[in-house]
C-alpha cells in the first residue's frame, strides 16, 4: 500500500534547483519524525535532511548542507526538500522516511536509521548537462 505519494524528481542541470514533495496518505504526518535519504548507483542509502519534532531539530548532512531545505507542512500533511546548486553527485534515488515521535530522539539520530515505519516509493534526481 501506498505511504506517500512522492513528486518533483526529474532531470536538471548542474547548478539548478528541484522540490521534492511527499504527502503522506493513510496517516496523520504530525505524529512522525521525517527524513529524506537517497541512494546512488552502486552506493548504500544516504539519510541527507531530517526534522525531529521530538527536540525539534533538523539535521544535513555534510554534501547536501548550505543547498538542500527540509520541511513540513502538517496542515497539508505534506513534507518537503528544496534543492539548490545541485551536483553531478546528487544524482540519485530520493526516498522520503518517516518514523513515529516516541521511536525517535534527534533529527541527526533519525537520518542515522535505516529501518523506518513509513517510505514513499521513490523519485530518480539525475543532474547532468
Known amino acids: 500500500q501506498v505511504e506517500f505519494v512522492e513528486s518533483g524528481g526529474g532531470l536538471v542541470q548542474p547548478g539548478g534547483s528541484l522540490r521534492l514533495s511527499c504527502e503522506a496518505s493513510?496517516?496523520?504526518?504530525?505524529?512522525?519524525?521525517i527524513g529524506w535519504f537517497r541512494q546512488a548507483p552502486g552506493q548504500e542509502l544516504e539519510g541527507i535532511s531530517c526534522?525531529?519534532?521530538?527536540?525539534?531539530?533538523?539535521y544535513y548532512a555534510d554534501s547536501v548542507k548550505g543547498r538542500f531545505t527540509v520541511s513540513r507542512d502538517d496542515a497539508k500533511n505534506t513534507m518537503y526538500l528544496q534543492m539548490n546548486s545541485l551536483k553531478s553527485e546528487d544524482t540519485a534515488v530520493y526516498y522520503c522516511?518517516?518514523?513515529?515521535?516516541?521511536?525517535?530522539?534527534?533529527?541527526?539520530?533519525?537520518?542515522?536509521?535505516?529501518?523506518?515505519?513509513?517510505w514513499g516509493q521513490g523519485t530518480l534526481v539525475t543532474v547532468s548537462s
Open positions: 493513510r496517516f496523520t504526518l504530525e505524529n512522525y519524525a
Open positions: 526534522i525531529s519534532n521530538s527536540d525539534g531539530s533538523t
Open positions: 522516511g518517516a518514523e513515529p515521535t516516541r521511536y525517535t530522539s534527534t533529527a541527526q539520530a533519525m537520518c542515522g536509521k535505516r529501518y523506518l515505519e513509513r
